[in-house]
């Protein structure tokens, strides 16, 4: 195979693409190619209650009792179920939709696979499973999100879920 020779315009000087590709791979080997990682600052301790807060949230969901979730949502509640669907703006309306529901089912699981705090913001990976008693008329239902929480004051102002890319909802 020829080696080709690359010439920088401005200089007139002459690299082969062997030397180019041997300087790259030695520098890579060293080390010295690889950008240095930052060190993950500490979560502040607002950070660790905000995040402890939506992990108890997703946990409580097991309950299957919506006046168990009330603690966690703010009054001005603003929810968003998944791109396209109806907002839910207040924790009310939130009760009225989600209350009965709750307690037609057999089973709620919201699984957190990851999760990452920045001050007030909560990002958290999960599988949520939402499984009907056999013979029920609703079907059992799984969906692979990323869930957005924005905290205020202790309690969750705004929730908004976002389909996992890639993912398709289960049902049945």
């Given at each position: ?164 890319p890639g993912s398709k909802p289960i049902f049945g």
């Amino acid at each position: 195979m020829k080696d080709r020779n690359l010439s920088n315009e401005q200089g007139g000087a002459e690299i082969s693409r062997r030397a180019l590709v041997v300087g790259v791979v030695a520098v890579s080997a060293s080390g010295v190619s690889q950008m240095a990682k930052a060190d993950e600052p500490k979560k502040s301790d607002l950070e660790i209650a905000n995040e402890t807060l939506v992990n108890d949230f997703c946990r409580d969901w097991a309950l299957r009792d919506v006046e168990k979730l009330r603690p966690y949502l703010a009054e001005d509640l603003y929810h968003q179920q998944a791109p396209g669907r109806p907002v839910m703006e207040s924790r009310e309306e939130f009760e009225k939709q989600m209350g009965g529901w709750l307690k037609t089912l057999e089973l709620v699981e919201f699984k957190i696979v990851r999760s990452h705090v920045i001050g007030p913001i909560v990002l958290n990976e999960r599988v949520d499973r939402f499984k009907a008693p056999a013979g029920s008329k609703g079907p059992s239902m799984q969906f692979h999100v990323v869930g957005e929480f924005f905290i205020e004051n202790g309690v969750i102002k705004v929730w908004k879920d976002w389909p996992m890319p890639g993912s398709k909802p289960i049902f049945g």
